[in-house]
C-alpha cells in the first residue's frame, strides 16, 4: 500500500484553491442571491389572490422539487442551447427575411448553464421559505400599513419582506449551505468546480486519494464554519 503523499496536495492546492474553489463560492454566491430574489417574487405570487398567479407559481414549486437537480443540470447544459439557436433562427427567417438563416446551436459557458440551472432550482426552495417568513408576521401589521395609505407592494417592501428576511435568515443560510455541496454536481459537466479540479489533478498524478481528502476537507471546514455562524446567527 502506498504511502499518503502530502507532497501531491502541496503541488495541486494552489489550482484547487484559485480557480476550483473561487469557481465553486462564485457559483453558491451567484446562484443563492438570483434564487433568492426569484424565490421571494415566487412567493408573493403564491400568496397573491390572483388565480393565474398561485396557479403558476405553485406549479413551477411542484415541479422544480419533483425533479432530480442532475437531470435539470443536463437539461440546460444540452437542450438550452438548440432552443436559443432555434429562436434565432425564427428571428432571421421571419423578421428579418433571411431564408438562406440556418439553425445553429448558440454555445453556452458551463457556468451560465449551471448558474441558469441552480438559480431556478433552488428558488422553488427558497420560495417555500420565504412564503413561510411572511406568513409568520401577523395580519395586523399588514393592515396597519393598508391604514397608513401605502400600496401592496410598499407593505411588502418596508413592513413585511424586512421582517421576514430576518426571521428566515437562519433557514437562508442552511439552505446556502446545501447549495454550496450540490455545486460539486457539475462535475459531471467536465466544469473545473473544486471537486472537478481534484479529478483533474488525480488523474494527471495518478493520487486520486490524497486529492479527493483534502477536497472533502476543504468542503467539511466551509459547510461547518458556516453551520456555526447560523447557530451563532440563531443565539444557539
Known amino acids: 500500500m502506498a504511502a499518503f503523499d502530502w507532497g501531491v496536495i502541496q503541488q495541486a492546492a494552489p489550482a484547487l484553491l484559485k480557480e476550483g474553489l473561487v469557481f465553486t463560492l462564485k457559483l453558491t454566491v451567484y446562484s443563492t442571491v438570483l434564487a433568492l430574489i426569484w424565490g421571494t417574487i415566487l412567493a408573493m405570487m403564491r400568496l397573491s389572490s390572483i388565480n393565474i398567479f398561485r396557479w403558476f407559481a405553485g406549479s413551477y414549486v411542484n415541479v422544480m422539487r419533483s425533479l432530480p ?10 437542450l438550452v442551447p438548440y432552443i436559443l439557436g432555434w429562436f434565432d433562427f425564427m428571428w432571421a427567417t421571419y423578421i428579418d427575411g433571411n431564408e438562406s438563416a440556418r ?3 448558440r454555445p453556452l459557458s458551463g457556468f451560465t448553464c449551471a448558474l441558469i440551472t441552480f438559480t431556478l432550482f433552488e428558488a422553488a426552495y427558497f420560495c417555500e421559505i420565504m412564503r413561510a417568513g411572511i406568513q409568520s408576521i401577523p395580519r395586523g401589521q399588514v393592515g396597519a400599513g393598508y391604514a397608513l395609505g401605502l400600496r401592496y407592494f410598499q407593505v ?8 421576514a428576511f430576518r426571521n428566515m435568515l437562519p433557514v437562508i443560510f442552511t439552505q446556502m449551505i446545501v447549495l454550496f455541496q450540490d455545486t460539486s454536481l457539475v462535475t459531471v459537466l467536465s466544469l473545473n468546480d473544486l471537486l472537478g479540479m481534484a479529478r483533474i489533478n488525480a ?8 486529492l479527493y481528502i483534502f477536497a472533502a476537507a476543504i468542503y467539511f471546514v466551509i459547510s461547518l464554519v458556516c453551520s456555526r455562524l447560523v447557530k451563532v446567527s440563531i443565539g444557539v
Open 69 to 78: 437537480l442532475i437531470l435539470i443540470l443536463f437539461w440546460f447544459f444540452f
Open 103 to 105: 439553425m445553429v446551436s
Open 156 to 163: 411588502m417592501r418596508l413592513i413585511v419582506l424586512p421582517q
Open 203 to 210: 488523474d494527471i498524478t495518478g493520487r486520486p486519494v490524497e
